[in-house]
């Protein structure tokens, strides 16, 4: 049975290019969740959605960050334009619920020049 | 907003000798949740705890939920190398949904 998948799995971009991140949640699961995680803040919150709809957006960094969900199989998290402070990992994870056990996905690393 | 402190940052063990890690939440908690991420990986979740005073086990591992559900712990009995890895805390809170992470603490296992 597949996990959360995420693309890419790695992104090395220069400052001020666009970045799209992807996700697919495990088949089933009407909750998704995108965090980022660095050494200095640790595993942050950005967005979650239930059912395909935002729910809490109150950790999304700035307007340069956006995410949607268009549908129950697909999620994206865009940073335009991104900078070097964006750099970290980001994982997206997803749950049967918004209070269940969330199930992370590999991360996408994410370097900015 | 809430916060979710863990303790210590980072522990370094021999190879059979017992660990712990703390986690208290500045709020009072519905449930809390531990999770593992070995290095390089993601975060994989252990256990959720959700009464007040609840112990689980789990092999060598033990999970601790305070009375005030605002505070909680996991310890590991004669660590192997196979537990380095960093250990997170996630809270949440009576009134929501949000999950919110403790720092973590990173275990180092020597042979």
């Known amino acids: 049975d597949a996990g959360v998948i995420q693309s890419p799995r790695h992104e090395v971009t220069e400052m001020g290019q666009e970045v799209t991140l992807r996700c697919k949640p495990i088949?089933?699961?009407?909750?998704l969740f995108w965090y980022r995680q660095t050494m200095m803040r640790g595993l942050e919150l950005l967005i979650y959605?239930?059912?395909?709809?935002?729910?809490?957006d109150s950790g999304m960094p700035e307007d340069r960050f956006s995410a949607k969900m268009p549908n129950a199989s697909f999620s994206t998290l865009k940073i335009q334009p991104s900078e070097p402070r964006d750099s970290a990992v980001y994982f997206c994870?997803?749950?049967?619920?918004?209070?269940?056990?969330?199930?992370f996905g590999p991360g996408t690393r994410l370097l900015v020049l | 907003g809430q916060q979710v402190m863990q303790i210590p940052q980072y522990q370094h063990v021999q190879e059979g000798e017992d660990f712990t890690t703390y986690c208290n939440s500045s709020?009072?908690?519905?449930?809390i949740q531990w999770y593992k991420q070995r290095p390089g990986g993601h975060p994989v979740f252990l256990i959720q705890l959700v009464k007040s005073g609840e112990v689980k086990k789990q092999k060598r591992l033990t999970f601790q939920f305070g009375e005030a559900k605002k505070n909680s712990s996991l310890h590991i009995t004669a660590t192997q190398t196979t537990d380095v890895g960093t250990y997170f805390c996630a809270g949440r809170e009576t009134s929501g949904s949000r999950l919110t992470f403790g720092e973590g603490t990173q275990l180092t296992v020597n042979p």
């Open positions: 709020t009072t908690l519905s449930n």
């Open positions: 994870a997803s749950s049967f619920g918004t209070k269940e056990t969330q199930y």
């Open positions: 959605f239930n059912n395909n709809v935002p729910i809490d």
């Open positions: 088949s089933g699961h009407n909750s």
